[in-house]
């Protein structure tokens, strides 16, 4: 009942050259799987209209929490939505490492990111420090509380748990310690929104590849990726589609 979600976050890579790569995504045939990319900013206008010609919905990678204003350099979410975004990461660990941004910060975005009708792509995900001290699920339940505003459903909101020691890494948690976490997202999800909770999808991000796509697929509450460097090449994304179209 949950549609299969393949999203990309294109982080800081991608110039206009990178838009052939985009196309060919777009024209990648699913019917089982809706696609997402999220391309940098500057790309947002271009990736929507390479994007409109097949079937993938285009993101942003953050957005400020006020409508407009003072706030040099940020983008509104209104602004995403008008360059033709349906979708915008918010939370992710690189924003919240990098740019210090805090549970209630990231609250302010998803709120921000609805009022403009856009999907917030809510990330989460725990240190290695933290899952070596058995921390993991106090810090994705408390990731969770703090930054999921009231009012989520299926249709406004996915969910990434993203572990940071796995994004870029090449490492992976072992699969049972996927589903434990995404069993007890779903759990929590459902404990505080009922049904609507039941129809969030939760992704898993962090060294996603062709190789490993198929068992991560097969975890219990995976319902697609969060996808960085294997989205910068269509031939490894499409292969991770069809590796969900599968599962
Ligand atoms: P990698 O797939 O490059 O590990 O990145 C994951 C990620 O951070 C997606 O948001």
């Given at each position: 009942?949950?549609?299969?979600?393949?999203?990309?976050?294109?982080?800081?890579?991608?110039?206009?050259?990178a838009l052939s790569?985009?196309?060919?995504?777009?024209?990648?045939?699913?019917?089982?799987?809706?696609?997402?990319?999220?391309?940098?900013?500057?790309?947002?206008?271009?990736?929507?209209?390479?994007?409109?010609?097949?079937?993938?919905?285009?993101?942003?990678?953050?957005?400020?929490?006020?409508?407009?204003?003072?706030?040099?350099?940020?983008?509104?979410?209104?602004?995403?939505?008008?360059?033709?975004?349906?979708?915008?990461?918010?939370?992710?660990?690189?924003?919240?490492?990098?740019?210090?941004?805090?549970?209630?910060?990231?609250?302010?975005?998803?709120?921000?990111?609805?009022?403009?009708?856009?999907?917030?792509?809510?990330?989460?995900?725990?240190?290695l420090a933290q899952?070596?001290?058995?921390?993991?699920?106090?810090?994705?339940?408390?990731?969770?509380?703090?930054?999921?505003?009231?009012?989520?459903?299926?249709?406004?909101?996915?969910?990434?748990?993203?572990?940071?020691?796995?994004?870029?890494?090449?490492?992976i948690p072992e699969?049972?310690?996927?589903?434990?976490?995404?069993?007890?997202?779903?759990?929590?999800?459902?404990?505080?929104?009922?049904?609507?909770?039941?129809?969030?999808?939760?992704?898993?991000?962090?060294?996603?590849?062709?190789?490993?796509?198929?068992?991560?697929?097969?975890?219990?509450?995976?319902?697609?990726?969060?996808?960085?460097?294997?989205?910068?090449?269509?031939?490894?994304?499409?292969?991770?589609?069809?590796?969900?179209?599968?599962?």
């Amino acid at each position: 009942m949950r549609r299969k979600l393949a999203a990309g976050n294109w982080k800081m890579n991608g110039l206009g050259s990178a838009l052939s790569e985009l196309a060919a995504i777009a024209g990648c045939e699913t019917r089982q799987t809706d696609l997402l990319i999220c391309p940098p900013a500057t790309l947002l206008g271009r990736a929507a209209d390479t994007a409109a010609a097949g079937s993938c919905a285009i993101g942003g990678q953050d957005c400020h929490a006020r409508e407009s204003g003072a706030h040099t350099g940020d983008i509104s979410a209104a602004m995403l939505a008008d360059a033709g975004a349906s979708h915008v990461l918010v939370g992710h660990s690189e924003r919240r490492s990098d740019h210090g941004e805090s549970d209630a910060d990231v609250c302010a975005k998803t709120t921000a990111a609805w009022a403009a009708g856009l999907t917030a792509v809510l990330c989460l995900g725990e240190s290695l420090a933290q899952r070596r001290s058995g921390d993991t699920l106090a810090v994705i339940g408390a990731q969770l509380a703090g930054s999921l505003p009231d009012g989520a459903n299926g249709d406004n909101t996915v969910i990434a748990y993203e572990p940071i020691w796995a994004i870029g890494s090449g490492l992976i948690p072992e699969m049972a310690q996927i589903a434990e976490v995404h069993d007890f997202l779903r759990r929590a999800l459902v404990e505080r929104l009922g049904d609507d909770g039941d129809r969030i999808r939760l992704l898993y991000g962090g060294s996603v590849k062709p190789g490993n796509a198929t068992e991560i697929f097969a975890v219990s509450n995976v319902d697609g990726a969060l996808v960085g460097g294997a989205s910068l090449k269509a031939a490894d994304f499409k292969a991770i589609v069809a590796a969900l179209d599968a599962a």
